[in-house]
């Protein structure tokens, strides 16, 4: 994924688009997934020495492609 489309940010809630074919979360196959984008996103745009912590709000299927609301603290 080159760069993460984001609709809105604010100190609490990042929404993004989720594009197809990505998974909302880490699972078996080792494909990069939405939550380590947006917290490599995260981490780099507030140089966050420490790790990121996202709450998943909501998980779409990997083929499904929309908005994504996350829930973050920063």
């Known amino acids: ?13 990042i929404v993004v688009q ?3 074919n990505i998974p909302s979360q880490a699972d ?3 494909d990069i997934d939405m939550l380590t984008i947006i917290k490599q996103y995260i981490k780099e745009k507030y140089n966050k020495p420490s ?14 492609g929309r908005c994504y609301g996350i829930c973050k603290n920063l």
């Not at 994924?1 to 809630?13: A, T, V």
């Not at 790790?51 to 499904?64: C, E, I, Q, T």
């Open 18 to 20: 989720k594009p197809p």
């Open 51 to 64: 790790n990121v912590y996202l709450g998943l709000v909501h998980r779409l299927d990997r083929p499904v």
């Open 1 to 13: 994924m080159d760069k993460l489309k984001i609709f809105y940010e604010d100190n609490h809630i």
């Open 28 to 30: 078996k196959t080792d």
